[in-house]
């Protein structure tokens, strides 16, 4: 089995046991260049059974103001949205440009961002629609957003191509935000809580760093309570200036750094996402 990240050579890791969702045991692999880990149960299921397991784990919290799977998941997406209206003030996103949330779910972050801030955040998710205020599929050109965001998403991917397609959409001058879960090492651990029945793609900083390169971006900003990664492929210095702006007027605060910002460094098992 090849890494869908960096192509490397992945082995059989771990197993989990979930009886749950219509899952039992799902094994779990690493890649031993870049250490991204992925479900091979989940890689190998049918469309139609991946697309089922989403849909029935996903409503038991969408649309609900709270997930037990996940308790900060309200306060995280509050946090998001204050970072991209901050953001959008002092330029680092254009809020006069086109945006999109791709994966949005039931739109919590873009009706945050309209009820709070008057920015539009138009919505795009392919399972999970709920009325016609969502873009369709035929809606995603290709480098036609100036700001993509993909909050929890990453970790429901198994193909790089479904990776890549989604940042294919961010135009060349525009910002992608990046919302997932991301380790130094991912542990080797069935008891990890971010082994939710839905999850099935972790990453560790090295496996992100290659996305980031390959992708092409320069630097990164990132938010710890929003747990959310902006990346740019504009000039670092004007960033970084902009970004210490926003520090030096008390918001954020926002990390900056030219390349990926692997901030988590600890185990992951010692912290919630």
């Known amino acids: 089995m090849r890494c869908e990240i960096c192509g490397g050579s992945c082995r059989f890791d771990f197993t989990k046991r979930f009886d749950s969702f219509g899952l039992t045991d799902v094994q779990y692999w ?17 469309p139609k059974d991946w697309m089922e397991l989403n849909e029935r784990c996903h409503a038991t919290y969408q649309g609900h103001d709270e997930n037990l799977l996940d308790p900060r998941w309200k306060s995280r997406m509050a946090a998001q949205a204050r970072a991209i209206a901050e953001l959008s003030g002092c330029g680092l996103l254009d809020p006069q440009g086109r945006w999109v949330d791709f994966g949005c779910g039931d739109g919590s972050l873009s009706d945050l961002l309209a009820a709070d801030y008057r920015l539009g955040l138009p919505k795009y998710d392919k399972y999970m629609a709920r009325d016609a205020s969502y873009l369709s599929h035929q809606d995603l050109q290709p480098a036609a957003f100036d700001f993509v965001i993909t909050s929890s998403v990453f970790e429901h991917l198994t193909r790089r191509e479904q990776w890549d397609g989604i940042e294919a959409l961010v135009c060349p001058a525009g910002a992608f935000g990046v919302a997932t879960l991301v380790a130094d090492r991912v542990p080797s651990d069935p008891d990890w809580f971010y082994l939710e029945p839905p999850h099935c793609a972790f990453f560790s900083n090295a496996a992100m760093d290659r996305l980031f390169k390959d992708w092409g971006y320069r630097c990164s900003i990132y938010d710890v309570a929003a747990r959310l990664w902006i ?12 970004v210490d702006q926003l520090n030096g007027a008390g918001l954020g605060p926002y990390l900056f ?5 692997d901030y988590w460094k600890v185990d992951p098992r010692l912290r919630s996402a």
């Open 257 to 261: 750094r030219e390349g990926f910002l």
């Open 231 to 242: 990346w740019f492929r504009s000039d670092p210095r004007a960033v970084s200036t902009k």
């Open 30 to 46: 690493r890649c031993e260049d870049c250490g991204f880990v992925l479900s091979r149960t989940h890689a190998e299921m049918s």
